[in-house]
């Protein structure tokens, strides 16, 4: 079911989605201070080419002072309104019944689009939180 639902995702969307990230992961590359964001964008990125079946946890053991004062710096940046956008885009999959597991994947985005610093993504049945 989740790949059929990965299939649908990508057509009406996560393409789009996955090219944003894409590209905001090299500009943030380029600019060599900002290599953590970009990282965290290409992870983001193959995330939304393919979110059902997975799912975002935090890295407690690995999340330390400078990822918090790097995720309020995105936030203020580019979180809010990467979050504002994936609010938007849901309300009208919400419109159609296909299109509702659409809507709460797109929601589910939003705590990595707003502090994608100490997250990680695992496969759903994967049994985490495990020690890294």
Known sequence: MSTLLNVIWLVFGGIWL????????IVC???????????????????A???FGRTIVD?????????????????????IWIAIGHALTAIPMFLSIVGIPLGIAN???IPVSLA???????PVSSGYP???
Not at 20 to 25: I, M, N, R, T, W
Not at 59 to 75: C, E
């Open 18 to 25: 996955a090219l944003g990230y894409l590209l905001a992961g």
């Open 29 to 47: 590359c380029l600019l060599i201070v900002t290599i953590p964001f970009g990282i965290a964008s290409f992870r983001i990125a193959l995330y």
């Open 49 to 51: 080419l393919w979110p």
């Open 59 to 79: 890295r407690h053991d690995k999340v330390g002072a400078l990822s918090t004062i790097g995720n309020v710096i995105w936030i203020l940046v580019a979180g």
């Open 107 to 109: 929601l589910k985005m």
């Open 116 to 122: 994608p610093l100490g997250k990680v993504i695992v």
């Open 130 to 132: 495990k020690r890294f």
